[in-house]
Each structure stands twice: as structure tokens, then as C-alpha cells.
């Protein structure tokens, strides 16, 4: 069974300022992608960022960027240069092909607020 | 840009009641998609649907769940009799035909409805 823990129930940062936020995740299969989702309090679901486990190179996206450290089955995303638009839910979430399942497993989120 | 529309975007009904959810996913993708997120906690996939049948459910989809793609634009999904603890926010999303072997189907995310169970 695949697994994603987001230990970080809410994160501060200053406007301007990086911040990273933690995912790790738990499969036992070679193939998988890793997906980041910003969910502003309006409720919708954005898509952000995305690392494919066989990708040599860790994805980044503008202001995103995945730490991506396969060893130790983590995938932290890195805001830089955090906006105030940038408070929002932030959720990890992985997809397992080789299992024939295309659904998405989800974390349990992180909460960033950044202050001005 | 395309985008996943969903109505109704607040639905509030009685415990034992019907409800009804609807999506229109982007046009040219081929997987659809049913989450839900219960108030403050993480999203949960309910149901996978392509070429006009489940493709997957998890164990959330009982028999009290049922989808349908009525018309080939319209994605429904049907709750047949509601209970408090189906108060959530549900998705739907859609995705094209996945590419490679890392599993990047990017799944695009309607609005949301939020379903209020009294």
C-alpha cells in the first residue's frame, strides 16, 4: 500500500523569505510520481508541481522546487521568495502506475501562513 | 485555458435524501474522477471512470455511491440516500491517458462542491 505523511500540520514564513515543506512517502515500487497541490481557502485543488521517480533531475516550476532524495523516500517542496497569495493548504500526493491504479493518495496537508 | 466545472458549488440537503453532483471535465481527457475532503482533514478518492465504466473505487464507494457519464460531457456523481458523515467538499478531476512509466497523469481539479448533510 503506498503511503504520504506530511508531518507538518502548519508552517510560518516570513513575505520574501524560503520555505520548505516536508513529504515523505512509502511504496515498495521502483515507478511512481509525486505530485504537489495548493489548496487556497477558496477550496480548489491547484496543481504545482510534479516528479516522476525515474527523473534525473529534481522538478521545479517558477518558485517551486522539489527536493526530491529517493533514498530517503522524501519529496519536500520549496516555496522561495514566499508571496502572501502563497497562504494556503499544501498537499502531497503520489500515484503508483505499475499497481493499474491511477488514483491519487493524498497527505494530510500542510498549512502555510505567510506574514507580512 | 480549459478547466474542470463542477455544480453545484453548495449543496445542502436532509439526512435519507438524494443528491446529485455534477462535472464537466476538460474535453479531450479520457480519466475522471471522484475525491471528497472532509472538513480539515486530507482528500480521499472515491472512484475512477474511464471508457464508460469504474476503473477503480476505493472502500469509501459503497453501494450508496453510483457515477455516470449520461450524455459524454457530464460526469455525475449520484448519492443515493445521505447520511451526516457525507458532509464534504467533493472533486472531480480529469486527466488525460497517462504518459511514461513515472505515472504523470496530471489530474486537473474542478472548484469543488460542498455537500452539507442536516
Given at each position: 500500500a503506498q503511503k504520504i505523511t506530511q508531518t507538518q500540520p502548519g508552517m510560518f514564513v516570513q513575505e520574501k523569505e524560503a520555505v520548505t515543506l516536508d513529504c515523505t512517502y512509502d511504496t515498495s515500487d521502483p515507478s511512481y510520481g509525486l505530485f504537489w497541490y495548493k489548496q487556497p481557502s477558496s477550496g480548489e485543488m491547484i496543481f504545482l508541481i510534479y516528479q516522476g521517480s525515474y527523473d534525473q533531475q529534481n522538478a521545479t516550476e517558477g518558485r517551486y522546487s522539489l527536493n526530491f532524495q529517493k533514498a530517503r523516500k522524501s519529496a519536500n517542496l520549496v516555496i522561495s521568495?514566499?508571496?502572501?497569495?502563497?497562504?494556503a493548504m499544501y498537499f502531497c500526493a503520489m500515484r503508483v502506475p505499475s499497481t493499474g491504479r491511477r488514483a491519487l493518495t493524498f497527505g494530510s496537508g500542510t498549512r502555510l501562513q505567510v506574514q507580512p | 485555458e480549459p478547466e474542470v466545472t463542477q455544480t453545484p458549488s453548495h449543496q445542502v440537503t436532509q439526512m435519507g435524501q438524494e443528491v446529485i453532483l455534477r462535472c464537466v471535465p476538460i474535453s479531450n481527457h479520457l480519466y475522471f474522477y471522484w475525491y471528497r475532503q472532509i472538513l480539515g482533514q486530507k482528500v480521499e478518492f472515491l472512484v475512477s471512470f474511464y471508457n464508460n465504466e469504474i476503473s477503480e473505487k476505493s472502500e469509501?464507494?459503497?453501494?450508496q455511491f453510483s457515477v455516470e457519464?449520461?450524455?459524454?460531457?457530464n460526469f455525475t456523481l449520484k448519492i443515493r440516500s445521505t447520511k451526516l458523515e457525507d458532509s464534504a467538499m467533493y472533486f472531480c478531476a480529469s486527466s488525460e491517458a497517462g504518459r511514461g512509466?513515472?505515472?504523470?497523469?496530471?489530474q486537473f481539479f474542478g472548484p469543488g462542491t460542498r455537500l452539507t448533510v442536516l
Open positions: 521568495a514566499s508571496q502572501l497569495g502563497d497562504s | 469509501i464507494f459503497d453501494d457519464r449520461p450524455d459524454g460531457s512509466t513515472s505515472g504523470n497523469n496530471e
